[in-house]
């Protein structure tokens, strides 16, 4: 093996990776709070919300888990056009992600709300709450707390997955290290930068949501 | 330029399913032979080997799976090795897969309770004794719903492939959508196909956890 490393064209190409690693993290935090939301609002309909909701939403949420998140991604962007939903690489890539986080949040969720005790929702009633305040108020906080490291893994999950954008031209990390290696020629170093950013950003990020966890949740006695 | 029916989409895509189950299989079962090797470095004696082992799973695990396709592919080519796509492929997904086995089966190795390797102690059997004999035929028992959960991760993993030009399910979507300029029909399909690949799978999984959980209620 014969191969001398060449890392020479970073100060040239600094500015493509930064703005790489801005959309990534963009991507990230809008995919993270809206798929988040969005999980909540399904995980609410599947466990205590209309009735007739609940097949759609359960439709919506086997169809994400059971197709690579690239299918859907290119769908939305190459598909919807043809049915007049024209996208942005980058709204396309935040939507894909969303929905993606939505569907998987959504089960993780809802463990956390069936796994809450009976009496947690009598309380509620107790104190005359109606049953959207009960959930609101009672048993969301401590069933997100209950799944907090599932949710946490599936955020980094989506996150790494969010490397496929740079497929529609979202201009990401990934799409930086392609562009470098076409002008460079130096495929294995741009990948090897481009992976080393990936671990090092989900490392932090998880230790971000391991802090978070921290903040937003009461501290609870030992159990 | 002949014209594509629906049923030309339909067949072109079906005929490269295959592609993907194999690569598929190849990969969840070259992944559990070496997630199997690591896995008995990460519960191992050698602290080198569980070093090791920890820093393998936080590497792929925390890394895109593309990022990985991408160095499989030009690394290798270091090597002065002409790399066809299905092999970096098949590498990159191997290894992927392993990472993330070796945490599912500790996990599972783990539940076992200290007590039946102390039992295995007591009768003068050594640690791989204890393991193969007391505490793997337990743990492969609860290995088993969750294992079949991940396959379906493997599947769709499968799908990233078609980047570095394997071409399998995905990859002829691409060329399908190409040709026909109908790209939310054969997405559209493309999608159905690998729901009607992994749907099943994520209910079978679910029935055994189902039904792992009913025999523990019942102890």
Known sequence: MHYIFDFSWIWDYGPVILKG????????LVGAVAGVLLGILCA??????????RPPVAAYVELIRNTPFMIQLFFIFFGLPSVGVQLSELQAANLAMIINLGAYSC??????????????????AALALRPLQTFRLVILVPALQRIWPALSSQIVIVMLGSAVVSQIAA????????????????????????????????IALRQLLNQMGRWIFPKVAAR | MSDFTTWDILRNLLLATRWTLILSLTSFIGG??????????????????????RGYVELFQGTPLLMQLFLAFFGLGLFGIDVPAWLAAGVALICWTAAFLVEIWRGCVESIPKGQWEAGQSLALNHVQQMRLI???????????????????????????SIIGFVELSKAGTI?????????????FVALIYFAVCFPLSKFSKHLERRAAAAYATR
């Open chain 2, 32 to 53: 559990g032979i070496v997630g199997l090797a690591i896995l008995f470095l990460r519960i191992g004696k050698s602290t080198l080997g569980r070093h090791f082992a």
């Open chain 2, 135 to 161: 505490i793997l035929p337990q743990a492969l028992r609860i290995a088993i719903p969750p294992t079949a959960g991940f396959s379906v991760q493997v599947i769709k993993g499968t799908a990233l492939t």
């Open chain 1, 107 to 124: 089960e993780i969720i809802r463990a956390g709300i069936e796994a809450t005790p009976k009496g947690q929702f009598e309380a509620g």
């Open chain 1, 171 to 202: 201009e990401d990390v990934t799409f930086a290290a392609n562009f470098i290696q076409s002008r460079t020629f130096r495929a294995f170093e741009a990948y090897m930068l481009s992976t080393a950013i990936y671990l090092l950003f989900a």
């Open chain 2, 176 to 188: 399908v959508t190409n040709a026909t300029f109908q790209p939310f029909v054969v997405y559209g």
């Open chain 1, 21 to 28: 690693l801005f959309v990534t993290v963009e991507l990230t």
């Open chain 1, 44 to 53: 609410w309909i599947r466990t205590l919300g209309p009735e007739m909701l």
